[in-house]
């Protein structure tokens, strides 16, 4: 089968570039409309490819039938319909196609995460890990290791966070797996001021509701945001998976609160 390169890799999911597989026997008005489609997502017509994608994951042949439905749950994902999303790209990742399988299995297990399920994100960006090489699967390590930190599987994180470091030469991406091996648990921020007196003022606030959820006193954690001014930040608990910090904001009941990243300093 002669084909057209198609944009892989687990951290280009998001503006993947898609480009139609066309067999040799391929309908041309069908390679012309998965064309279409393709054109249609990477200009941002999330639905529209999605629609026209739909349509070919039915009628096209079978090379085409699974690029379809991958690009059905692409865009599916895109518009928020993660259910849809998992359908889809759950059949994408069936094809004998084995880069195919690995892009479907990364924008699977990426969905997964966004819809809290940790282990099944976990399980299907490990997959697409042993059909990727290089960076492909160092990013696919790496966000199957973020979800295995949010289980509270710190062992098996860290496993595939040194691995993931070891299969790139992207310092960016180095930089960014050891800032993850440093990550601890989680905490729960009710604030970030550049004032430490705004601060100290919020924590003394907070003191009584947190010491009655057992979450212990408030605590003032040095920082600096994007732009290097200093922060304060107000923070409440330590948690060691993130539902469990999920459960204590919605217990402290401020819709403020963020779930953060506790990290070793």
Not at 45 to 59: I, N
Not at 71 to 93: D, F, V, W
């Amino acid at each position: 089968m002669k084909g057209m390169q198609r944009r892989a890799g687990v951290g280009a999911t998001a503006g993947l570039v898609l480009l139609a597989i066309v067999g040799c026997a391929a309908s041309p008005a069908r390679s012309q409309r998965l064309a279409d489609a393709n054109a249609a997502y990477r200009q941002g017509q999330h639905q529209q490819a999605y629609d026209q994608a739909v349509g070919l994951a039915r009628t096209g042949s079978s090379a085409q039938r699974d690029e379809a439905a991958y690009l059905a749950g692409m865009s599916a994902k895109q518009l928020g319909r993660r259910a849809e999303a998992i359908r889809y790209l759950s059949r994408a990742a069936r094809s004998s196609d084995r880069g195919l399988a690995a892009d479907a299995l990364s924008g699977l297990g990426l969905t997964y995460s966004e819809d809290g399920r940790y282990a099944d994100a976990a399980n299907a960006l490990l997959r697409a890990a042993d059909r990727y090489t290089g960076q492909d699967r160092a990013e696919a390590l790496f966000y199957a290791a973020v979800a295995q930190q949010k289980l509270g599987r710190w062992a098996e994180a860290r496993d595939n966070l040194v691995t993931a470091r070891a299969a790139s030469d992207n310092p960016a991406f180095i930089r960014q797996a050891d800032q993850q091996l440093a990550v601890t648990g989680y905490t729960l921020q009710i604030g970030a001021f550049t004032d430490p007196a705004n601060a100290r003022r919020a924590a003394q606030a907070a003191a009584a509701r947190a010491l009655a959820l057992r979450l212990g006193a408030p605590q003032l954690v040095a920082a600096s945001d994007r732009y290097r001014r200093r922060l304060t930040l107000v923070q409440l608990g330590r948690f060691a998976t993130f539902d469990s910090a999920q459960r204590a904001r919605q217990a402290y009941g401020d819709p403020q609160a963020i779930v953060v990243p506790l990290a070793r300093r």
